[in-house]
């Protein structure tokens, strides 16, 4: 059906006038954008769950940072800056570019950034920098320079700082000249303001988006940038279709499609995959009876078949091992990973005695839960064929299922489980002291639930995590993927691609190492 629909093309939706007509412009001076899915979260202090949440908002706002494709930082709306230690504290102090402009042709005020970040810090912001704004220590803010004073030393602050700013002038209580907050909130965040390289001209409830470059933008290269026109839609095969005739210049497609299409031989396709830096990761908790031993960590680790998860993501997911680091072709070998992985099983005492295709661990039956959230399809389908594999090794997995709240404050953080299926967010910089980390009884922001504590993996992670150092970051990072193997903490199962569809000949897939439209500077 799938591929009949692809080829033949299916029913036709109806597209606005306004909107039918930039799609048929292919002069260029319309850039046709198509999301497989459509942006849920246009508020960009707002933890962004998809890919789509993201492009818009790194289009249409702008910040005192930018973070590269290779995890480093640039100045953004400020034209330089730098950073220092005072004892343990980090000292952030900047120069704030002159003449910014919002969307709407209201100069940018210092003050707003203080707006945003007390936003920020709002309960019902529930932003994933609330903890890190939260720990300001002091803020030093006028038109033309910004000092910020943050209590340790941690790239945490610096990301923070490249989260795009709200227009205070228009949703600060004091600002507003008739109506509520909430009204205000809800009609900026239909038809956004902001300070980045383009302004949303018109937004059809986030299924149809026309923007338009800012002559206002600080690099003013405005004139020379297109009108971008964006098509939001679930009609897999319909967006597909409308692709293969031309209405689109680039859209984006679920990974797992890839193979499908490739397979169909259609002409004139490019085929663009770029890293998700969510990790699918196996978490083990150490404090459990059961998984106390690291043989028996490395051993699941070592048995689990790669592909139960792969084939839910496509064949653009790279696969992963022992740690993060690549590994040979020998390494993958699923029939050694096998024999090595019982052995180390039968040395832990997890041994089969009575030959009932179960093994026994002191006594009693080996049996394992594997923990999923209850609004994650995909997690809980993964868990069901990996319990079905490890049952082919002796060893009976349970797949217990929990809403959200149970999963996290419940479960994870109470150490109520076995292991768990987590998405792991490893961007670019390698930073992953919030997961792995020693666990302290005061820190709020630990995501280690796997209960590992060790003194040299902790000073090698606080290294990748330090915004100012001598150290060197690369030795630091293989250190840390050592200690992890060793440890094991968790098995890193794969790292899942985005998948973009570009007009292009001859027929091919190209890796990217970041969105094409990830902002403009791309």
Known sequence: VFCTLFI??????????????????????????????????????????????TMFCNMVYASPLRKTGSGTYEPYLL???????????????????????????????????????????????????SEAAKKIVSIKNDSDSIEIVFPDNSIKYLDMLCAGLLPGHILSKERIASGTVEEAYKSFIAKPVGLGPYKVID????????????????????????????????????????????LYDWMSAPSMIAEQLQNLGVENIVYVQHPNPAVLTWVFNSKSEKLKDVRVRKALNLLMDRSCAKNTFGSGATELFDNLIPVDEASKDLNKRLEEGKKLLEEAG??????????????????ISILVNS???????????MAEHLKTVGV???????????FVNGKLKKGEFDTALLSYHISNDCSMKSLFATKKAEDSESLNFTGIS??????????????VTNENKAEAYKKVNEKLSE??????????????LIHGSPVQTVKSATTLWNDVFN
């Open 350 to 367: 997890v041994i089969d005695k009575n030959n009932d295709g179960i093994r026994e661990y002191n006594g009693s039956d080996f049996k």
């Open 203 to 246: 937004n059809d409830n986030n299924k149809y988006m026309l923007l338009e470059p800012d002559n206002n933008f600080f690099d003013g290269k405005g004139s020379k940038r297109p009108k971008i026109a964006i098509v939001c839609s679930y009609e897999l095969q319909q967006t597909l279709s409308d692709f293969r005739e031309n």
């Open 487 to 500: 440890l094991c903490p968790c098995a890193f199962l794969l790292r899942p691609s985005n998948l973009a």
């Open 8 to 53: 033949n093309g299916c029913g036709k939706k109806e597209i606005p006038e306004k909107y039918a007509q930039l799609l048929a412009d292919k002069s260029g001076a319309v850039v046709r954008l198509c999301f497989y899915g459509s942006p849920e979260e246009l508020d960009p202090l707002k933890a962004a769950e998809l890919e789509h949440d």
């Open 375 to 385: 609004d994650s399809m995909s997690r809980r389908m993964i868990a069901e064929k």
């Open 79 to 129: 034209e330089k800056y730098e950073t220092s230690l005072d004892g343990e504290k980090l000292v952030f102090s900047g120069k704030w570019r002159q003449g910014l402009k919002w969307h709407d042709g209201q100069n940018f005020e210092p003050s707003e950034f203080e707006y945003s970040i007390n936003q920020m810090k709002s309960p019902e912001k529930n932003s994933p920098y």
């Open 396 to 406: 009976f997995a349970e797949i217990v299922v929990a809403d959200w709240n149970d």
């Open 454 to 467: 060790d003194n040299e993996l902790d000073r090698n992670l606080a290294i990748l995590d330090m915004a």
